[in-house]
């Protein structure tokens, strides 16, 4: 009898035991982070689609829009495309991978559609710089922006060196910005765009007019018009008869020193001959006033041309 007692006894211990742990397993699950599902708008394109193989296979639910060519790029990669309504509003966060020229009109479809207390992100801060971006109260809105491997960087493999544009293999640092919204939703808006522009060394936080100053007025309306000028100051010397092959690889490696020497890389001066010719530059190529970029109310007008290219051809 006694024995039979603590058998009984025994049992209901262990089905105590079980059900204290099946009790923790149930609280470690519900203090499990949620996954976040991501919608990417042009998940397909020329940024959407480095995007989308970045963040492939990381713990998120993906969504991705395209249509068109896209969807057969994105069945290519073996994935699937969703419609805009029916992704957007069971989202956490959209990526909007879309042209400046589109941003505002098709923000204008996407924003009402997002559920609230939802975060969205651009990939350019033109369209908002501009007020073309359409806003909502509750939700939160973040521009983000990759650095690009920079020049004078180290990188151990071929793969890496080879990827200019960053996002594959190439370490690069990235900028973002808060347009709108809180910060919780910031914080985990820059863990994304950490992610999707990998591998990335450091994220610099600043303003949307400060990213709108880096770009485009410092390096596409500065930086990308030189180095068209320096393309078209190598096809001139090939039309003056230099061997393009020997005007190539002069141009390049004559790039490459007056930049060392003015980013600081290298301690060696400018020669005395090569500081006059510098002063020649600035008096028949750039024009005084050219600074005048970066005042709000030229930069707003080069992004205006830049949103409405049509408008400009006019």
Request: charged fraction near 25%; include cysteine.
């Amino acid at each position: 009898m006694v024995e039979k007692v603590e058998k009984t006894i025994s049992e209901e211990d262990e089905d105590t035991m079980k059900s204290i742990r099946l009790s923790d397993k149930e609280k470690e699950m519900t203090q499990q982070p949620v996954k976040l599902t991501i919608a990417i708008i042009g998940a397909a394109g020329k940024m959407g689609i480095r995007i989308t193989d970045n963040l492939v296979g990381r713990d998120y639910g993906l969504l991705f829009c395209e249509k068109g060519e896209g969807i057969a790029r994105l069945h290519g990669r073996g994935l699937l495309s969703t419609g805009i309504e029916e992704a957007v509003p069971v989202s956490d966060t959209v990526i909007m991978a879309v042209p400046d020229a589109k941003m505002g009109e098709i923000s204008k479809h996407v924003v009402p559609l997002m559920k609230k207390n939802a975060t969205i992100i651009l990939l350019d801060p033109a369209a908002a710089y501009a007020g073309e971006l359409a806003l909502r109260d509750d939700c939160t809105f973040v521009i983000t922006h990759p650095c690009h491997p920079p020049l004078f960087g180290e990188e151990d493999t071929a793969e890496a060196r080879n990827d200019f544009f960053g996002g594959i293999a190439a370490k690069q640092d990235i900028v973002i910005a808060l347009l709108h919204g809180n910060e919780e939703n910031f914080q985990k808006a820059q863990q994304v765009c950490i992610e999707m522009f990998a591998p990335v060394v450091k994220c610099h936080r600043i303003t949307v007019e400060q990213m709108a100053i880096l770009e485009p007025a410092a390096a596409e309306v500065v930086a990308a018009s030189a180095a068209c000028l320096m393309k078209e100051a190598l096809d001139e010397a090939v039309k003056h008869g230099v061997p393009e092959e020997a005007a190539r690889a002069f141009m390049l490696g004559h790039i490459q020193i007056p930049l060392a020497i003015v980013f600081g890389k290298i301690s060696s001066p400018f020669s005395d001959a090569a500081k006059i010719a510098i002063e020649c530059g600035y008096d028949r190529i750039f024009k005084a006033d050219w600074k005048e970029i970066f005042r709000p109310e030229v930069l707003e007008y080069i992004i205006q041309k830049m949103l409405h290219p049509e408008e400009a051809m006019q």
